[in-house]
């Protein structure tokens, strides 16, 4: 398989929106790595879901599954978390995703999993790679573009859980962030910036645990033209806010430093252009295989009041397969 780079990547992606052809476009975490191919070219051992845009059928689950996790120590988070505190007081950030990958066990498949999986926006690539993932990136109807940045997660079933992570500062404060950032981002790109949505409550399905999570939806003006020069504008408002942090160019910066493994595709966005509109997803909820051995990434949003216990068992709890 042979990767487009940052510097074709993103211009492949303008030409075929340009021509109005229908595809899917896989962008890695550092726009380094870029797959876009046409709908009615593509492999047939990639496999999406946007919603109610799919290339798969529905198929139910007829036997059980094992599963099991096991997740760095708490010792070496503590250490990464550290780094990070002290790059907040340092004035570098103000908020950062912090990430892992934990090795982690079934007796499903990647394809298995992938087909099986719960959730709004999954992805398949080459047995090599899937996300099942809860977060929208950005959708784009007519001129209008919207995105949900999505910060703030618990347990479902905790009493009066919902009044509970609306009322979280820490949570408050780092939505606050992120929603200012994607404003931000998307007034690079457009106009008539406007937070539809603040902070609203949705229930996802988490292995045998509920989640609710808090997002927001921000929308914005795009130039009537915007389908010509699709590559460019994803290219200014790429990485996500919400899975890296803000600033975003020195978090950036501080992620490779501090983190224990490149990121490569998981956090980056995967989409499908229908030859009119956009719809796009985070890829977080994301596993990969690496000589023979599945590898499960997830992390949570640090900033200067979180506590390293909390985001621990954050990290680990974003570790399930969220299976009908």
Request: aromatic share 12%; glycine share 6%.
């Amino acid at each position: 398989m042979i990767w487009l780079n940052k510097d074709n990547g993103f211009e492949h992606i303008n030409t075929l929106a340009k021509q109005r052809t229908p595809f899917l476009f896989i962008i890695s975490f550092d726009g380094e790595k870029i797959f876009a191919k046409p709908l009615d070219a593509l492999d047939d051992d990639i496999f999406y879901k946007l919603e109610d845009w799919r290339n798969y059928p529905v198929q139910q689950r007829t036997k059980t599954f094992t599963f099991s996790r096991s997740p760095v120590d708490f010792v070496t988070y503590k250490k990464a978390f550290a780094t990070v505190l002290e790059e907040i007081r340092s004035g570098n950030t103000y908020l950062l995703n912090l990430t892992f990958r934990t090795p982690i066990e079934s007796n499903f498949t990647l394809k298995e999993i992938f087909t099986y999986a719960r959730a709004k926006f999954k992805l398949y690539f080459k047995d090599e790679f899937i996300c099942f993932s809860p977060e929208r990136f950005v959708e784009i109807e007519e001129n209008t573009i919207a995105t949900y940045p999505m910060k703030g997660t618990i347990d479902a079933h905790l009493p009066n859980a919902r009044e509970a992570i609306l009322a979280d500062t820490k949570e408050m404060a780092e939505h606050v962030m992120i929603v200012d950032l994607m404003r931000n981002d998307l007034g690079i790109i457009g106009s008539e910036i406007n937070v539809e949505k603040f902070r609203y409550v949705e229930k996802i399905k988490a292995g045998e645990k509920e989640l609710l999570q808090v997002s927001s939806k921000i929308t914005a003006t795009l130039p009537s033209d915007w389908r010509d020069h699709l590559g460019t504008l994803l290219s200014q408002i790429l990485p996500a806010g919400s899975i890296s942090g803000t600033p975003k160019k020195s978090t950036v910066n501080i992620i490779k430093d501090v983190e224990n493994v490149d990121r490569g595709f998981y956090t980056g966005v995967f989409g499908v252009f229908d030859g009119e509109s956009l719809r796009s997803g985070v890829m977080i909820r994301f596993i990969e295989k690496e000589n023979d051995t599945l590898f499960y990434k997830s992390g949570g949003g640090i900033t200067i009041d979180s506590d390293a216990q909390s985001e621990y068992n954050e990290l680990i709890d974003k570790i399930y397969l969220p299976l009908q």
